[in-house]
């Protein structure tokens, strides 16, 4: 039987779940399959299909894969610094509107105000919001 070299692994998680579990799987394949079949070849093949199921089903919801989480913590910390810059009645219009979920009309009786102001107050906040997003 000719010496096997030991299979290249690209990153050193995967070489550690190797080191941790290749004898495992060696002796076991040993044991139920015929000698005719090279037990490291079949042992490689099952940790790599394993690992190759392992990794398609990580992050079968992308929203949770770690590249995605950072960009919308970087998403919202670029949001938090715009809403600083706006006024305090843009910055209240805002938490009434989004953050309590409170209409127009709600909004108008609390402040004060007439909803077609409010309403043109929150369309120019969104506005430079946006503007301000798009710049950073």
Known sequence: MQQQAEPEMHDS????LYDRYARIILAYVRLH??????P????????LAAL????????????????QVALRHEEHAH???????LSGPQQQLLQLRYGHGLRFAEIAVLLNKREAAL?????????FLRATYDQQ
Do not use: G, M, N, W
């Open 13 to 16: 998680s995967d070489a550690a």
């Open 79 to 85: 949001l938090q610094v715009a809403i600083k810059r």
């Open 40 to 47: 490291e070849d079949l042992t490689l093949e099952v940790f």
């Open 52 to 67: 190759d199921q392992v990794a398609e089903t990580l992050f079968e919801d992308e929203e949770l894969a770690p590249e």
């Open 33 to 38: 399959t015929d000698l005719r079949e090279d």
């Open 119 to 127: 309403r043109k107050l929150l369309s120019r906040t969104l506005t």
